[in-house]
């Protein structure tokens, strides 16, 4: 699937890959593959992360199986445009903390002829569209969701259901504030009585 030439007739071709999923659906994991894999290619790769994403590392991605991978955290998405000079592969974590703007970035970065490889949610904690997720998928050549397993009855999990009951957008946590649910299970739980 991904095995094409990044070579037409002398000129790079570029595209964008987003793998979307739930929490612990291993979009993280998928990420730090692709990218391992261009690496062994010998292709020049970089790595991107927001700054608020600290739960493993500051400064590298860290999947939940603790794979980690060399990366930048930067503060917006149009700093990756300044960073991205000479290099054949762009991955960026957790995008759906990033801006809006995040879209058009990778857009021009595809148009530059680099490969571009997103991972983030696709839904927030209400089963909303998150952020700039929706806007990759649509422009995206290829979208890959991954899906975790249901931790109420052990179907095919693609929400990602807050313990808590805190109400702010953005709220980093793990298995201690985060569960997978099927929508059966999710709609179950947010019925409200």
Request: hydrophobic share 40%.
């Given at each position: 699937?991904?095995i094409?030439?990044?070579?037409?007739?002398?000129?790079k071709?570029?595209?964008?890959?987003v793998?979307?999923?739930?929490?612990?659906?291993?979009?993280?994991?998928e990420?730090?593959?692709?990218?391992?894999?261009?690496?062994?290619?010998?292709?020049?790769?970089?790595?991107?992360?927001?700054?608020?994403?600290?739960?493993?590392?500051?400064?590298?991605?860290?999947?939940?199986?603790?794979?980690?991978?060399?990366?930048?955290a930067?503060?917006?998405?149009?700093?990756?445009?300044?960073?991205?000079?000479n290099i054949?592969?762009?991955?960026?974590?957790?995008?759906q903390?990033?801006?809006?703007?995040l879209?058009?970035?990778?857009?021009?970065?595809?148009?530059?002829?680099?490969?571009?490889?997103?991972?983030?949610l696709d839904?927030?904690?209400?089963?909303?569209?998150?952020?700039?997720?929706?806007?990759?998928?649509?422009?995206?050549?290829?979208?890959?969701?991954?899906?975790?397993?249901?931790?109420?009855?052990?179907?095919?999990?693609h929400?990602s259901?807050?313990?808590?009951?805190?109400?702010?957008?953005?709220?980093?946590?793990?298995?201690?504030?985060?569960?997978?649910?099927?929508?059966?299970?999710?709609?179950?739980?947010?019925?409200?009585?």
């Open positions: 699937m991904f094409e030439s990044n070579l037409n007739n002398g000129r071709r570029g595209w964008i890959e793998i979307v999923g739930s929490m612990f659906s291993g979009k993280t994991e990420l730090i593959r692709r990218l391992r894999r261009a690496e062994i290619a010998k292709q020049r790769v970089e790595i991107f992360k927001p700054t608020i994403d600290t739960r493993y590392s500051s400064s590298d991605v860290v999947s939940h199986d603790e794979n980690t991978i060399r990366s930048t930067i503060d917006n998405s149009s700093t990756i445009l300044l960073l991205s000079g054949d592969v762009i991955g960026i974590d957790e995008a903390f990033f801006d809006e703007n879209v058009e970035v990778c857009n021009k970065l595809a148009d530059m002829g680099i490969r571009v490889i997103v991972a983030g839904m927030d904690f209400r089963g909303v569209p998150f952020g700039p997720m929706p806007g990759l998928m649509a422009c995206a050549e290829y979208v890959t969701k991954v899906h975790a397993v249901c931790m109420r009855c052990g179907h095919i999990a929400f259901h807050r313990l808590t009951d805190a109400e702010k957008l953005v709220m980093l946590g793990e298995k201690d504030s985060y569960e997978p649910l099927c929508r059966e299970c999710f709609r179950t739980i947010n019925l409200k009585p």
